[in-house]
Structure formats: C-alpha cells, structure tokens
C-alpha cells in the first residue's frame, strides 16, 4: 500500500510539473485526493484560476485534509469577494466549530446569514437546519469558555486569597518570634 501512495504522489507530482501555472480544474484537484494526497490537491487548488472557484476547492481539500484553520481561512478569504456565499459561509463556520473558536463561528454564521437572505426562498430551509444547529454549537462554546473563563478567575482569586494568608501567617510568626526574643532579653 505504501508503494503504490507513492507512485500515486509521484504521478500527481509528474503531473503538476507538466500542467501549466493556472490551469487547474476540480477533476484534477479531486484525482489527486481521492489518491490520498493532499498537499499536491492543495498545490492544485491554488492553481485555479477563479479566486471564488479556488476559495472553494481550497476549503473543500483542507477540510477533508482536516486542516480546520485553513479550511476557515479559505473560506473568509473566498466570502471576502463573494460576502453571499452560503457555501463558503456554512464551510467557514463548520471548519471554526471543528477547531473549537465560538467568535470565528459566530462571524461566519452572520456571513451565512447574510449568504442566506441571498438565496431563493426555496432553498433556505435547508441552510437554515444547518446554520440552527452550528449557532446552538457556537453559543454552548462561548458559554463553556465565558465559564472556564470564570473558574480561571476564581481559581486566581483563590490562589492569591492562600498566598496572602500564608504571607500573614509568616509575618505572624515571625512577630512572635521577634517578641520572644525582646522578652529574653
């Protein structure tokens, strides 16, 4: 099996030397997945032409790559000039729930949303299902990190109440020892 992904690399890899710079489709970015590489689907992908259509298939290779951040990367960059895109939208916020970041979701949603109210009423219904149930993703995420913020500072709070009384109880002790010796004296 090892072999053969490597002749399969070597063969992707024939066959970037051979393409020109900017003239990459999806079949050949697809073809060079499907053989399990993903740095020569990515190196593809950069070759298209069309920044939309390259956005796309960048997402769509580092997604599957499960390359979450730059998943969402090409994406925002993708919404940068196609803000409508519910597509790119839905992707980005998918790939910021995978890596765990309540505030890129939260913006990607506002980009489906808005990629949304774009579409044909006949199609939002089933966008909606999906960005319904990344936003109750994205809200239980910023409450677990508003939550594991608060015990971050109660944890401090308590950590510096300790550290203080054991400052006192040293300054104490040190007091009696010093008035112990004032009386032996």
């Known amino acids: 099996m090892r072999g053969w992904r490597r002749c399969t690399s070597a063969g992707v890899l024939a066959t970037l030397a051979a393409t020109p710079a900017v003239a990459q489709t999806f079949d ?3 073809a060079a997945v499907e053989a399990g590489d ?3 689907g990515r190196t593809l992908a950069e070759r298209i032409a ?31 000039l196609a803000p409508q895109d519910a597509w790119l939208a839905e992707r980005a916020a998918a790939a910021a729930l995978s890596y765990r970041d309540p505030v890129a979701a939260a913006n990607a949603l506002d980009a489906l949303d808005r990629g ?19 936003r109750r993703t994205a809200n239980e995420l ?43 004296a």
């Open 28 to 30: 050949d970015v697809r």
């Open 116 to 134: 949304l109210a774009a579409l044909p009423e006949s199609e939002r219904d089933a966008w909606k299902s999906s960005a319904d149930a990344y």
């Open 50 to 80: 069309d920044p939309i259509e390259r956005a796309r298939v960048t997402v769509w290779v580092d997604y599957g790559a499960r390359d979450y951040v730059g998943a969402a990367l090409a994406a925002r960059a993708g919404l940068a």
């Open 38 to 40: 993903y740095a020569a």
């Open 142 to 184: 910023a409450a677990r990190a508003t939550a594991g913020i608060d015990a971050n500072l109660r944890a401090r709070a308590t950590v510096l109440a300790l550290l203080g009384a054991a400052v006192l109880a040293v300054a104490w002790g040190l007091r009696r020892v010093g008035s112990a010796h004032v009386e032996q």
